[in-house]
């Protein structure tokens, strides 16, 4: 059940009794427990803590507050102040997926540059961008629930505008490479900590179509960047692509730094506290939220440990990893390798051989408008048929519809390649691949957002993994399409996108919340359970 629908405080029952106030709520919760409320319902909060040791005290601190009816409150924001934060969110969130994938089409003018002649050390150059997408968000998101979600956002997208001025100017392979990790642990601040912004701003009712907007940004950026990045090596050189991206996030910075403010919770309830006209008492309404954020040793650890937990300890949060994470290894094998193969088998200089990108951006976009609405729609359609409580689970079947678009993409794009048909062939491949990948992502990130009580934590499991593999597809994909052949190597990889994309999701279906019930990571299953 939403937060949103949870019991207004004045509407909590009280008693002759007289008790202090922490007492006479406690009272009620213990109640509200008794009777088979869920903690999830009787929070009144949006948005918990980072280190939530003590719920019974969270709550509290939230009934007393009011916080679900405080204008303060990112979910009772105006709907124009919550979409300008999502489009500044998705800016950052663009821009560093930008600069993962804008020098794809320039590889080899980066070989020649540098004198590179092994094909891993080139590929290395695109791809250990990624490889700092996979660290970054274990550090960045615990960040971002201990000091707000805001600056985390603003540095890091400073950091990737810097190191992407670095790479322009470095004199040799190293610190090219050393850059571009740089330069990626910088971007992999929105990747992070910006689906829990969303997170904050939306109920779950609410949410798709701005995690839709979210989302768009990883996908379409290293779309987009592929097609600018091959006219500008083609015109001005591979040097202007890096300078080119440090502009772009100068730009953003521009924009996002006066227009964000602060999203979560606890951490705008804590500086209010400490803002307010009598600090102390304020500290003392608020003993929860000072503990928590009191030893930041303690709470990072704990939150630094999180997003591994998450991953390690729910069978859900692993698999749906795995299988974002297998597409997205697919997607930047596809970046690596596009340029030799357009370049070698059809001729395309590095300025039109960046069009070739173009069908991923197109089924992406399709994706986003169709992948969005339908998935909202059925949510809210199967919620309605469940009494008006919504489950986590009614996000899956927007996952079975993609998940049948990802092989045929794969196999059309293989064997087209094989055959040499005419360019367009294996450009429609891989649009309705791109197609499948999004109507996946989208709904397994609300899943994961839905799912678990760490929105950003969660999320950051999830980009770990997959940032892992679209690190390391690159570096051994030409060696596989040497052996098996366009055909046969998209046909392997096709086979083992049915084997994760198909059997699972039907599975979680009918077993994700009895799953989500018996673990503690998770949020409260709408199946009734007493609370310890």
């Known amino acids: 059940m939403s937060n949103d629908q949870s019991p207004a405080p004045e509407a909590i029952p009280t008693t002759s009794t007289t008790r202090s106030p922490a007492s006479s709520l406690t009272h009620v919760y213990n109640e509200k427990v008794e009777a088979g409320v869920t903690k999830e319902q009787f929070s009144g909060g949006h948005g918990e803590s980072a280190l939530p040791e003590d719920k019974v005290e969270e709550a509290i601190e939230n009934l007393e507050d009011d916080w679900e009816n405080d204008p303060e409150n990112p979910r ?4 124009s102040r919550k979409w300008k934060a999502v489009c500044v969110v998705s800016f950052y969130t663009f821009c560093s997926p930008l600069a993962s994938s804008m020098m794809a089409p320039g590889m080899p003018e980066i070989a020649m540059k540098y004198g590179i002649t092994n094909p891993t050390i080139i590929a290395l150059t695109l791809s250990i961008f990624l490889l700092s997408f996979a660290f970054g968000p274990l550090i960045l998101a615990p960040l971002s629930e201990m000091y707000g979600r805001t600056w985390v956002l603003h540095l890091g997208n400073l950091f990737t505008m810097a190191f992407s001025f670095g790479c322009a100017f470095a004199p040799n392979t190293g610190s090219l490479i050393a850059f571009r990790f740089l330069s990626g642990l910088g971007g992999s601040a929105p990747i992070a900590c910006g689906g829990g912004t969303v997170g904050d701003l939306f109920s779950e009712r609410d949410r798709a179509s701005a995690m839709a907007l979210f989302s768009l940004g990883p996908l379409v950026g290293p779309v987009v960047g592929p097609i600018a990045g091959g006219f500008i090596t083609q015109n001005v050189g591979i040097k202007y692509v890096f300078i080119v991206i440090g502009a772009l996030c100068g730009v953003a910075s521009c924009v996002g730094i006066p227009v964000l403010r602060e999203t979560y919770a606890p951490i705008i309830r804590l500086r209010r506290a400490q803002k307010s006209d009598d600090p102390e008492a304020a500290n003392r309404a608020h003993p929860h939220l000072l503990q928590e954020h009191g030893s930041k040793l303690h709470v990072l650890w704990v939150n630094l440990a999180r997003p591994t937990s998450i991953l390690m300890n729910s069978s859900i949060a692993f698999i749906l990893s795995l299988y974002t994470a297998f597409m997205y290894g697919i997607f930047y094998l596809m970046f690596a390798t596009f340029a030799q193969f357009f370049a070698t088998t059809y001729g395309f200089r590095p300025g039109v051989g960046g069009l070739a990108y173009l069908g991923l951006g197109v089924g992406f976009a399709i994706a986003t408008v169709v992948g969005a609405k339908s998935a909202d729609q059925i949510y809210k359609h199967l919620a309605q048929k ?27 794009y293989g064997w087209s390649a094989h055959a040499k048909l005419h360019w367009i062939m294996p450009i429609i491949g891989s649009g309705i691949f791109a197609f499948g ?3 996946t992502f989208l709904p397994v990130q609300l899943y994961l957002v839905d799912s678990f009580a760490y929105a950003a934590s969660a999320t950051s499991a999830n980009a770990l993994f997959r940032s892992l593999l679209g690190f390391a597809f690159p570096l051994f994909g030409q060696q596989m399409f040497d052996k098996l052949g366009l055909g046969g190597g998209n046909s392997l990889l096709a086979g083992l996108a049915i084997l994760l994309g198909i059997p699972f999701p039907v599975w979680l279906y009918f077993n994700g919340e ?9 949020r409260d299953s709408t199946i009734p359970k007493q609370l310890k």
């Open 514 to 522: 009895r799953l989500r019930a018996s673990n503690a990571l998770t």
């Open 437 to 439: 990948m999004m109507t």
């Open 76 to 79: 009772n924001w105006v709907a």
């Open 386 to 412: 469940n009494g008006g409580v919504a489950k986590p689970e009614m996000r899956i079947p927007a996952l079975f519809f993609g998940s049948f678009f990802v092989p045929i993409g794969i196999f059309w």
